[in-house]
């Protein structure tokens, strides 16, 4: 995005603003590559012209719903566009073929009534005002007229929408397939009796809830989500029963993770805290349904048999912690999946059908003061994602013009190829190298860190940081991000350890046995390693196979401000995700794409299947401490 070069004495202008990112102002004088500006907050700023940008004086006060309306396509022409917007309530806005959807942090039931649906109803992209239905309409017809499948990827930050966006993006498909819900319950007393029953305080009680912060929201009632979901969970067909042990699953986890120990008496070996630990203890075991004395020592004993005889090792403090935390974790991703599976049936997903739409709820890239093994699977999740986007978006298009001989420059993108070569080519990828030092028992994150610095010392997207013995940086497509290579070693180890699968399999409730069926008789004494990332690597390949066999559509959801509070539109964060998400980089060329895009998506038949394409990281992406 390039400033163009007819700025005169008197041009209204934007200049960059360590507070806002980017302020207007009014040129006062040129000298050569200096550009004089007196801001509108009174500030006197000298900026190079590159980095001086005209503001259009006429811009419409409620600003355009596509940003290929504006006259000036830049950075602060965008944001200033999407401020002005989101003042009037509007939270979406078209960037040609992507929607991007402005967390409003309260509710805004007009946009998602039955009435407004029927609106949507086969209106062409454009027509109506940008929404989540358009695009999940758009989708919809495509698959119905014209037998093509199609994805719908919705990304951005934690908080940022992503599972609102995706409910309203399937409750709009139920919709024009005729689906309604049952309705159940609606006793408010019941959500009380619940909590009574599950043992469950103040959310702010639990350890596990409390990683990050825990935020009550303006106008909305977690009683009424609560209801929400029991009503959700009888449409697709989860029965009393089940919903009951799913609730107790949850609620169970909840009072593992406020389990705490200290040293025991021997050396190495841990006992329970205190009797809040205990009452925690007793009331994850009678969740379970299981025995309250075994969870114990699930929690802080390691049995070893060998041939002569069999060992039982304690464990100090910190890994009976490490040892709850992987308990936690194993029955989360266990009914995480099972929910999964039932919901897919329920819905009556067929894998063998030829058309789909896919809802893919993907987390955006981080970046954070420390990054560990599941920031490396988020980001390389990104880099994917976005070779998708560039490869769809830009190399389609640029090849298609060219073919067609049409004039045009050439645009230019970033090609992220070498960085996920790094990350993922076998042999010698980072992943490749984490499994090797998986397998050879004396590797050490040092050890690993040390060969990772071998290894890619020639490579431009890897960082050694100086001083540093066990970081390493990899310069990825949306900046650089700094990993703490400490927990890569443990974090890729895959495994059930063999006493927290004993103890599940023998509970009494049939629900949590059911998580746990008993493993054959030769797997079922040895802790086996498997490696996550390349499992990760293996589900990613899979996944982007069938996103490149469908039509995709993108919706990117930004986090206004970090307060979870409606109109606050905080510049600087935005943006930054803008450019994360690669919307900026979209703006440049999507001028180009709407004419040929509305004949594309207008030549619209076929049945509407749901394929809810499953979280493929579901065991990362849990919300437990590792993270
Ligand atoms: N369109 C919307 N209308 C009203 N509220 C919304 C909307 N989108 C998001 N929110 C609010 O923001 C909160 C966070 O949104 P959501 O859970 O969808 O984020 P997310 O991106 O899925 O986050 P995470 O990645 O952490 O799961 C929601 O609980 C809801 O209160």
Redesign the pocket.
């Known amino acids: 995005m390039a400033s163009p070069v007819n700025i005169i004495v008197g041009s209204h202008v934007w200049v960059e603003d360590p507070v806002l990112a980017w302020i207007d102002g009014q040129v006062t004088r040129l000298d050569g590559q200096d550009v004089h500006v007196k801001t509108t907050n009174g500030k006197k700023v000298v900026a190079n012209v590159s980095k001086v940008f005209p503001k259009d004086t006429e811009a419409s006060p409620g600003g355009v719903d596509d940003m290929t309306k504006l006259s000036y396509l830049h950075e602060p022409g965008v944001l200033q566009n999407l401020a002005t917007r989101y003042e009037l309530n509007e ?1 979406y806005t078209y960037t040609g073929n992507i929607l991007i ?1 402005i ?6 039931p007009h ?2 009534d039955t009435h407004m649906m029927e609106q949507y109803k086969g209106a062409a992209l454009g027509e109506l005002s940008p929404h989540v239905f358009a695009i999940a309409d758009v989708a919809y017809r495509a698959m119905k007229n014209e037998g093509k499948s199609n994805s719908i990827l919705v990304s ?13 993006l399937m409750r709009y498909l139920a919709h024009l397939g005729g689906r309604s819900g049952v309705e159940g319950r609606t006793v408010e007393q019941q959500v009380l009796e619940d909590r009574e029953k599950f043992k469950l305080e103040n959310p702010k009680s639990f350890h596990y809830l409390n990683q990050s912060n825990c935020y009550e ?1 303006d106008g ?1 009632s977690d009683a009424e ?1 609560y209801l929400a979901t029991r009503r959700a969970m009888d449409i697709v067909g989860i029965s009393e029963e089940e919903q009951e042990a799913i609730f107790r699953v949850v609620a169970a986890i909840l009072h593992l993770g406020n389990i705490e120990f200290a040293k025991g008496k021997e050396i190495d070996s841990s006992v329970i805290k205190d009797e809040k630990s205990r009452f925690h203890l007793n009331t994850t075991a009678e969740l379970l349904e299981c025995d309250a004395k075994n969870l114990e020592d699930a929690m802080i004993k390691r049995v070893m048999v060998t041939p002569e005889e069999v060992i039982t090792r304690t464990l100090d403090p910190e890994s009976a912690l490490s040892s709850r935390d992987a308990l936690a974790k194993t029955i989360y991703s266990r009914l995480f999946d099972w929910i999964v599976e039932k919901i897919n049936i329920s819905i009556g997903q067929d894998p063998n059908s030829k058309t789909i739409i896919g809802v893919l ?1 993907i ?1 955006g890239f981080e970046s954070f003061k420390h990054n560990s093994f599941e920031q490396f699977c988020i980001n390389f999740t990104n880099e994917k994602l976005q070779q998708h986007f560039n490869q769809h978006v830009f190399k389609t298009e640029q090849e298609e013009y060219e073919k067609e001989q049409i004039n045009w420059s050439y645009i230019e993108f970033v090609d992220n190829q070498d960085v996920l070569d790094l990350i993922e080519k076998k042999p010698g990828g980072i992943i490749a190298l984490l499994d090797e030092a998986c397998m050879f028992p004396k590797s050490t994150h040092e050890t690993f860190a040390q060969k990772l610095y071998q290894t890619f010392l020639k490579n431009k997207r890897f960082i050694k940081p100086k001083l540093s013995r066990t970081n390493f940086t990899i310069s990825h497509y949306a900046g650089e991000v700094t990993y703490l290579a400490d927990l890569f070693l443990d974090k890729n180890k895959d495994y059930v350890v063999a006493e927290h699968q004993d103890l599940l399999t023998a509970s009494k409730c049939r629900f949590v046995a059911g998580l746990f069926p008993p493993l054959p008789e030769e797997s079922s004494k040895s802790s086996k390693f498997s490696s996550i990332g390349s499992r990760f690597k293996l589900q990613l390949q899979s996944l982007m196979e069938t996103l490149s066999s469908t039509e995709p559509h993108y919706i990117r ?1 930004v ?1 206004p401000n970090n307060v ?1 509070k409606p109109a606050i539109f905080e510049n600087l964060n935005i943006i930054q995700q803008l450019r994360c998400g690669g919307v900026l980089e979209a703006i440049r060329i999507s001028c180009a794409w709407i004419p040929r895009l509305d004949v594309h998506l207008m030549s619209l038949f076929s049945d509407l299947v749901f394929l809810l394409l499953k979280y493929w990281m579901g065991t990362l992406m849990t ?1 437990l401490p590792a993270r």
Do not use: H, W
């Open positions: 939270i959807a967390n409003p942090f309260q509710r805004l946009l998602y951005g930050e934690s908080g940022a929408g992503k599972t609102e966006t995706t409910k309203m929201l909305v989500e709820d987390y959801c986090k979870l919300r």
